[in-house]
């Protein structure tokens, strides 16, 4: 079960004006299960979206980003999105370009709008071909279906080891006009920073600039879904996108730099942020939500790195799957990590209140039960203190049980 993880009940998912998400079941991945979904985006939204660092990318992640820049600067813009589970399309070679571009066109003959105007995502088994029959089968069901208040379904559409679906929403005020923000994310294993088995979709019906929804997309995800990690894998098809559809009522935003711009990065940011620590919530076979916070460093990168450091070491995930306050395995992380001047008589440890190793060793008034008492816990928090400067950053993680292993071998079966 996720760990204390509250889902939002369907009638407090917000819809956004000039958004529509419509949902079938078009047998990709198995019978009487959600799979296809397609969203469906008003004339004259802005569109922006971060995609995964994995050099071995998947096939819609190619075209999404090909598309993307063809509609750089022109005016008829992104006007829906088609997503799948059960089949990552990642790994397929030319094949799978020409079906992912295959189900642009189909999407597109069916809302006669532009392939270049549809951007395909995928997400399941890797290197399997895209069945790309059943998604064109199933699209004038998901067409049929499409309404503004199905972001509950659609965050179940597009689950795959999920045990939830993922949905939040807001509602904030810019320039005097209610902003609505809603948005979806799926992911639970292949989880890492520079994103990962993740797909998240964030709306708003504020007006901002097509020309900083770029910059808006990827600053949302450098402090929300670039600061989880489950495994330290990262994925082939993660995506991450950011619909503005211009339909409030206030004057539009071209810089977030302005009040309006910081005003919406902050809403939005409160929206992805908890769709990122819900992925953690749900990893597989998660049983504890670890914040870890590395502070004193000379730069946030440096403290990145040391957090991540601590996120992705096994024996440390493990340590916390059992309870066991073997906190030792946190220090090698921390020198480890690759800061190469690291003085360690400067780092100081926490868990949670309990001051575990001061001045680079155990603390004095430091006992076991105490560490133990905050491990049993099913939310921690790790604190590391470099002593090195000001900066701070901070990575939220799980820990790494049996079930983890279970899922992952059976992925397939």
């Not at 050099?55 to 063809?70: D, N, S, T, W």
């Not at 709008?113 to 995928?122: K, R």
């Amino acid at each position: 079960m996720p760990v204390n993880f509250v889902a939002t009940p369907a009638a407090d998912l917000f819809p956004v004006p000039g958004v529509r998400w419509g949902i079938t079941e078009a047998g990709i991945r198995k019978a009487n299960r959600k799979d296809l979904a397609v969203l469906l985006v008003d004339e004259g939204a802005s569109v922006g979206a971060v995609f995964t660092q994995n050099r071995f990318c998947a096939a819609p992640v190619q075209i999404c980003r090909e598309h993307l820049a063809k509609n750089s600067g022109r005016n008829f813009g992104i006007r829906a999105m088609v997503i799948n589970t059960g089949n990552a399309n990642a790994g397929t070679g030319q094949d799978g370009l020409t079906r992912a571009q295959a189900t642009c066109i189909a999407l597109a003959r069916e809302l006669n709008v532009s392939p270049e105007q549809i951007l395909p995502f995928s997400t399941g088994v890797i290197m399997e071909p895209l069945p790309y029959d059943r998604i064109e089968a199933g699209l004038p069901a998901a067409i049929d279906n499409a309404k503004p208040d199905n972001w509950a379904n659609a965050a179940e559409a597009i689950m795959t080891t999920d045990t939830v679906a993922k949905a939040f929403s807001s509602r904030i005020t810019i320039g005097g006009a209610p902003i609505t923000v809603t948005g979806i994310s799926k992911g639970a294993g292949m989880i890492c920073p520079n994103m990962a088995t993740m797909l998240g979709f964030m709306a708003t019906d504020a007006c901002v600039s097509q020309a900083i929804m770029g910059q808006l997309a990827h600053e949302l995800a450098e402090g929300s879904f670039n600061r989880v990690t489950v495994d330290g894998d990262t994925s082939t098809n993660d995506s991450f996108v950011v619909i503005a559809s211009n339909q409030a009522k206030h004057p539009p935003i071209t810089s977030l730099d302005s009040a309006d711009g910081n005003a919406l990065r902050t809403g939005m940011m409160g929206i992805a942020k908890r769709l990122a620590q819900a992925i953690v919530r749900d990893g597989e076979g998660a049983t504890k939500f670890i914040t870890i916070i590395v502070e004193g460093g000379k730069t946030g990168q440096e403290c990145s790195k040391v957090a991540y450091a601590i996120a992705h070491s096994p024996l440390v995930k493990t340590a916390f799957f059992a309870s066991d306050p073997n906190l030792g395995r946190i220090l090698a992380a921390v020198g480890y990590a690759g800061i190469e001047d690291l003085d360690q008589t400067k780092i100081d440890l926490y868990l949670d209140d309990v001051l575990v190793a001061k001045s680079g060793g155990r603390h004095v008034d430091y006992v076991e039960a105490d560490g133990q008492r905050v491990m049993k816990q099913s939310e921690i928090t790790v604190r590391v203190v470099l002593g090195r400067g000001d900066a701070v950053d901070t990575v939220w993680t799980c820990d790494l049980s049996y079930d983890y292993v279970k899922i992952n071998a059976d992925y397939r079966s």
